[in-house]
């Protein structure tokens, strides 16, 4: 039994990697960048993508390690505090929102993002249904969060590159 566990551990780890390689290479994030810095004008909000291909040891529950890498990339340090992470974990295939107090959001909102991510996923739509995912979550900030208020403002606080941890 106990090597059924540690196979399916690997097999995990390296459908985590493949996934990664596949799918969310360099000319990918790029253009995901590109998508957050235009999702992010007009309003307060921040948009931070964190991909993990395979999940450290030292934190087993995905909540715990978004909220690891929330506060690690400092998406809480923005000045109207409304970062908002968009946290994957490709080898556990579970996938988090953590939002920042700033953003008046309900929780359905960030449900249906997950749920929406979650089903492409299922169907191996993995870097369409990012650049899908940050769409919505553009509407949610643009809906929930403080608008500029000056057309000189820099809002944007936060780097638009995702961050693939591995």
Same mark, same amino acid.
């Given at each position: 039994?106990?090597?059924?566990?540690?196979? @399916? %551990?690997?097999?995990?780890?390296?459908?985590?990697?493949?996934?990664?390689?596949?799918?969310? !290479? &360099? #000319?990918?994030?790029?253009?995901?960048?590109?998508? /957050?810095? !235009? #999702?992010?004008?007009? !309003?307060?909000?921040? /948009?931070?993508?964190?991909? &993990?291909?395979? @999940?450290?040891?030292?934190?087993?529950?995905?909540?715990?390690?978004?909220?690891?890498?929330?506060?690690?990339?400092?998406?809480? =340090?923005?000045?109207?505090?409304?970062?908002?992470?968009?946290? /994957?974990?490709? =080898?556990?295939?579970?996938?988090?929102? %953590?939002?920042?107090?700033?953003? #008046?959001?309900?929780? @359905? @909102?960030?449900?249906?993002?997950?749920?929406?991510? $979650?089903?492409?996923? $299922?169907?191996?739509?993995?870097?369409?249904?990012?650049?899908?995912?940050?769409?919505?979550?553009?509407?949610?900030?643009?809906?929930?969060?403080?608008?500029?208020?000056?057309?000189?403002?820099?809002?944007?606080?936060?780097?638009?590159?995702?961050?693939?941890?591995?």
């Amino acid at each position: 039994m106990r090597q059924r566990f540690i196979q @399916s %551990i690997g097999w995990q780890r390296l459908r985590g990697r493949r996934i990664a390689k596949q799918h969310f !290479h &360099e #000319s990918n994030l790029q253009r995901l960048a590109q998508q /957050i810095a !235009h #999702s992010e004008q007009g !309003h307060s909000g921040e /948009i931070g993508v964190a991909i &993990e291909a395979v @999940s450290p040891v030292h934190e087993l529950n995905t909540r715990m390690r978004a909220l690891e890498v929330f506060g690690r990339l400092g998406v809480w =340090d923005t000045p109207y505090n409304t970062g908002v992470l968009l946290y /994957i974990a490709l =080898d556990k295939r579970q996938i988090e929102l %953590i939002a920042d107090r700033g953003i #008046s959001a309900p929780d @359905s @909102s960030w449900q249906q993002v997950c749920h929406s991510l $979650q089903q492409a996923f $299922q169907a191996q739509n993995y870097f369409p249904a990012v650049c899908a995912a940050v769409q919505q979550l553009e509407q949610i900030l643009r809906a929930h969060t403080p608008a500029l208020v000056a057309a000189h403002e820099d809002a944007n606080h936060l780097d638009n590159r995702p961050v693939v941890l591995s």
